[in-house]
């Protein structure tokens, strides 16, 4: 019998596989497949990716068998989740939590990308793919955060989509439209919950895509430099599944963390608050991932020429990420790795800062020294992208590359 | 995980038998993790606690006079209340159970005789049997007659003539052989649930 | 590591900066209580939220509605189903249409949520000089600060200082950003009789009001802890059975 087993097995898989060759399109994307021997920790970041955004599709769906996405009663629908579903306190502190994961992980991934030149040729579109992704996800979180209905839910989509209305002629039609109404209001609730749950579908799609284009010329490295042969890569597995399932596990101890002790945390507490048409709250804060874009929104306190200065605040805020877009071609630098770029691998660190300051300046109420520094660092980010990027590139030595992944290299260290 | 041990040794290692438990106990914590996690997202979907707690219900029978009936909302469906009268009763009781197509005594579908309670759906295919409201037809036993397919219940809301397999529920009850879930709980008071 | 443990700090930075910018947004720092719900291993004293529960009952829900909260949901403070059926049916409760169309009152049951004060915020507004009483069923979680916060603001009533102009009805209370509080101080020493013989002092039911109130903004937490701990426990080990695999995986490559 246990002879005939395996043979079973294997006949099956043969018979499936001469059909649709699923196990064999497995066998070589994800086991046979040859990576870099050189990863760093860094490079967990994909698979976490990856991870989260099942995490959060599972537990939406498992949140959208209870939730009721009307204004009068979706409040109330989520109290029910957290109170008398079974567990449903775990399922909405995972999904509400996991939002916030979900973006550390992708921000962490993009800085990734931008320390070791992974968006530098031949991965364009790969990168283009990614910040795609981002902007779904960044429309994603934004109308989910307005599902449950609370203060800030209710005032963060006045405030957003009212943005829409500095498009010259046409802006308030369009608000009007997006709102289906005159403001927000129910319509709106069930659009933007109809379109919450659509979106991370496409997500998929282009996630997909940008797989593939990973896969086409592999994975970037710490060193920057194309694998040249057998002695550069490793076999996918079991080097980099084991390796990505430890940093699986010490992710899930963070992310679990926040969920069991301070589900809370990340949040704010006007949100427990049912909204309010008819009442602001005192300061209008947006998720922590989305406040360097409004600091760079609120930043722009005076009109540029014939553009006003909400215009151009939402002009500038979102260029930020479609600036991104360009990076491949922005970035003149002939070596990939800031490893071997002695003023870049400096000069990345003051991105990090600036966008932290960002950050901190969109928790804060658009006063005195906040809007100060907002301003400085808004302009910084621009000149970053459009100065530094070309300009570096050009102007530094970049330090000798080694020959070959393989040898003499560091080894990546555990 | 077995696997891997062929792939990179069929040579025997000396640290060879280590790797294999390790990867054992990595591969069992893994399994063991993910169907921990998979129970209380499953379990989500079970009776959440407010329906747990609508499922009793409190009916007080004072109103309801001898011959008439009651409908009343037990657990998303109704539940008929019939205050017997003697007649029905007697009927009820006289009938051979040997020649009923779900034999069941009279005695076994009530607590007290005056009073029958069962589920109100058709045990054929589900509609709500006439026989409530008076002027209703209620069929040549005097007990419930179905509109959908003509399903005919006696006096102690058993199947006569029609399609329908089953006497009507008791509530509460999925098999025969289970006790039906109500009690008296008071001077003319009845808990379902 | 080291750039691991940077990016750890500046995130970790980011975060706190927000945090603290969001807390320094208060009148005065809140002080801190010690609450048997505190830290990973906190959980909650039921004896506490039952006299809170009585404060609740006697004092705060002439004005404050609880609308989250079932009468079933006291079980889970200690209550047995037979106090339970009891309180809820101290309580009358609006039901109907009935057969003549009309709403009627009638005697509260577990599965009812416990009633509020007012019929709708309408007739709550005109009750209170135009002040709406918010639901207390969260308060807890809908103020920055939470458990302390509320307390603070129990027993933060007193004089105003000299030249402090007040506005007409309001209360001064030290916590409350601006100072000028629409709700009246609610508590004085023996208000409420506790049943199991604690001193009702404004401390004490203050203390045991916010632990009530906590419990009923977030039921959970005695649950969350308890099962976080074990799952906590799982991923270390996870983590560490992870890494020697992968070391002893490696081991050839490195």
Redesign the interface.
């Known amino acids: 019998m246990a002879d005939n087993r395996p043979g079973a097995a294997a006949r099956i898989i043969r018979w499936i596989d001469y059909r649709l060759p699923f196990v064999q399109f497995l066998n070589h994307e994800l086991n046979e497949y040859p990576t870099p ?1 050189n990863l760093s ?2 490079w967990n970041y994909g698979s976490l990716s990856g991870i989260m955004l099942v995490i959060m599709i ?2 939406g769906i ?1 949140l959208a ?2 939730y009721t996405p009307s204004s009068e009663l979706a409040f ?1 629908s989520v ?2 989740i ?10 909405r ?1 995972v999904h509400m939590n996991g939002g916030s994961m979900f973006f ?1 992980i992708v921000y ?1 991934h993009l800085f990734r990308g931008l320390y070791y030149g992974s968006y530098k040729t031949p991965r364009e579109l790969l990168w283009i793919l990614g910040v795609i992704i981002l902007l779904l996800l960044i429309a994603t979180a934004f109308m989910g955060y307005v599902l449950p209905w609370g203060q800030m839910s209710y005032w963060a989509a006045t405030v957003i989509t009212n943005l829409f209305s500095a498009i010259p002629l046409i802006g308030p039609g369009i608000v009007t439209f997006l709102w289906g109404g005159f403001a927000v209001g129910d319509p709106t609730l069930h659009r933007f919950y109809a379109l919450h749950y659509l979106l991370p579908f496409i997500i998929v799609a282009v996630v997909l895509l940008h797989l593939v284009a990973l896969h086409r010329h592999g994975s970037n490295n710490p060193l920057g430099i194309d694998h040249k042969g057998p002695q550069d890569t ?1 076999p996918f ?3 980099y599944t ?2 990505d ?2 940093g699986l ?2 992710f ?2 963070i992310y ?2 926040f ?3 301070a ?4 949040g704010e ?2 949100n ?2 049912p909204a309010n048409p008819m009442q602001t709250p ?2 209008i ?1 947006p998720e ?1 991932y989305l ?1 360097p874009y409004y600091a760079i929104l609120r930043s722009i306190t005076f009109p540029i020429l014939f553009i006003s200065s909400k215009l151009a605040g939402v002009i500038l805020a979102f260029s930020s990420i479609f600036i991104l877009f360009f990076l491949p071609w922005l970035d003149t630098s002939p070596v990939r790795s800031a490893r071997f770029r002695p003023i870049y691998k400096w000069v990345f660190w003051l991105l ?2 600036d966008v ?1 300051a960002l ?2 300046v969109g ?3 658009p006063q005195g020294i906040v809007v100060t520094v907002g301003q400085i660092a808004t302009f910084y980010y621009f000149i970053h992208m459009l100065i530094l990027f070309p300009l570096i590139g050009k102007l530094e030595r970049p330090l000798p590359l080694p020959s070959s992944i393989g040898a003499g290299a560091p ?4 | 995980m077995a696997d891997v041990a062929q792939q990179n040794g069929s040579e025997a290692h000396p640290g060879e038998t280590r790797r294999d438990f390790l990867l054992l106990t990595a591969g069992a914590i893994g399994g063991v993790g993910i169907v921990a996690t998979i129970w209380p997202f499953v379990d989500t979907l079970n009776p959440a606690r407010d329906t747990l707690a609508l499922s009793t219900t409190e009916v007080d029978l004072a109103p309801i006079q001898i011959g008439q009936r009651l409908t009343v909302a037990w657990r998303g469906q109704p539940v008929f209340i019939a205050h017997r009268t003697p007649e029905e009763i007697k009927a009820a009781e006289a009938v051979d159970i040997s020649q009923l197509r779900d034999p069941q005594k009279d005695s076994d579908r009530v607590r007290k005789p005056e009073w029958l309670i069962v589920v109100g759906v058709c045990t054929h295919l589900g509609c709500i049997p006439l026989g409530q409201k008076t002027g209703d037809d209620r069929g040549p036993f005097g007990g419930w007659f179905c509109p959908c397919h003509g399903s005919v219940y006696d006096t102690s809301a058993r199947i006569r003539q029609g399609p329908a397999p089953l006497n009507l529920w008791l509530p509460g009850q999925v098999e025969q052989a289970s006790q039906a879930l109500y009690k008296f709980t008071g001077e003319n008071v009845v808990t379902i649930g | 590591m080291a750039k691991r443990a940077f990016a750890a700090a500046t995130v970790s930075a980011f975060v706190l900066a927000s945090a603290i910018a969001w807390a320094a947004d208060e009148t005065l720092p809140l002080p801190r209580q010690e609450w048997s719900f505190d830290g990973v291993f906190g959980t909650y004293d039921r004896a506490s939220a039952q006299r809170g529960f009585q404060v609740y009952k006697e004092v705060c829900s002439v004005c404050h509605p609880v609308k989250h909260l079932h009468f079933r949901d006291l079980a889970e403070i200690g209550y047995s189903e037979d106090e339970v059926k009891a309180i809820a049916g101290g309580y009358q409760v609006t039901d109907g249409p009935n057969d003549e169309g009309q709403m009627y009152q009638r005697p509260g049951r577990a599965s009812d949520p416990i009633p509020g004060p007012f019929p709708n915020d309408q007739a709550a507004r005109a009750a209170n000089n135009g002040a709406l009483p918010p639901d207390q069923s969260l308060i807890v979680k809908a103020r920055a600060g939470g458990p302390d916060y509320v307390y603070a603001i129990l027993t933060g009533y007193k004089e105003p200082p000299a030249g402090f102009k007040m506005l007409e009805g309001m209360n001064y209370n030290e916590y409350f950003a601006g100072h000028q509080f629409a709700m009246p101080p609610p508590l004085s020493d023996n208000a409420v009789t506790f049943a199991d013989g604690t001193p009702a002092t404004v401390p004490q039911m203050a203390h045991d009001v916010v632990t009530f109130l906590t419990w009923a903004a977030e039921p959970n937490l005695d649950d969350r802890h308890r099962s976080g701990l074990k799952v906590i426990l799982f991923l270390v080990v996870a983590a560490g059975v992870f890494y020697a695999a992968k070391r002893k995986i490696w081991a050839p490559i490195h």
């Open positions: 021997r920790y860094w599972v537990t498992i068998t209870q109330e109290e029910r957290m109170r008398d579903v079974n567990y449903g306190w775990l399922v502190y550390a962490i490793i597995h079991p080097y084991i390796k399932l430890f596990t010490v899930l101890l679990t963390f969920v069991f002790y589900p809370n945390y990340l507490p006007d427990y608050i005192n300061h804060v922590w406040l990090v800062i932290i950050g901190w928790a804060n109420p080894m990546a260290k555990p």
